[in-house]
Nanobody, 114 residues
Framework: VQLQASGGGLVQPGGSLRLSCAAS????????MAWYRQAPGKRRELVAT???????NYADSVKGRFTSSKDNAKNTVYLQMNSLKPEDTAVYYC?????????WGQGTLVTVSS
């Protein structure tokens, strides 16, 4: 299984970006998918999760600003990021879990700066 993350870029504070994570397999096969991020010099942290049933959870730091969704027909999960802050700058990774395996995408860089 391969995960291809895309959609990162440079955005001004207060702006928006939408990240995509396209899977090479049906996302129905995953128990859950998640977005993580890793800022320079910091540990990778969980940003958002979405279960196979569509239930979502978010880190406190992004609640109310980020929204995760999925398109089963396209085998793609999205992370809509609004009201971006400089502290959101990081490489964002998607992850998929089955009962026996964990898969990671390659990461996409988000830079929030004026």
């Amino acid at each position: 299984v391969q995960l291809q993350a895309s959609g990162g870029g440079l955005v001004q504070p207060g702006g928006s970006l939408r990240l995509s994570c396209a899977a090479s397999a049906s996302i129905f096969s995953f128990n859950a998918m998640a977005w993580y991020r890793q800022a320079p010099g910091k540990r990778r942290e969980l940003v958002a999760t979405i279960t196979s049933g569509g239930k979502t959870n978010y880190a406190d730091s992004v609640k109310g600003r980020f929204t995760s969704s999925k398109d089963n027909a396209k085998n793609t999960v999205y992370l809509q990021m609004n009201s971006l802050k400089p502290e959101d700058t990081a490489v964002y990774y998607c992850k998929a879990d089955t009962t026996t395996h964990t898969y990671w995408g390659q990461g996409t860089l988000v830079t929030v700066s004026s």
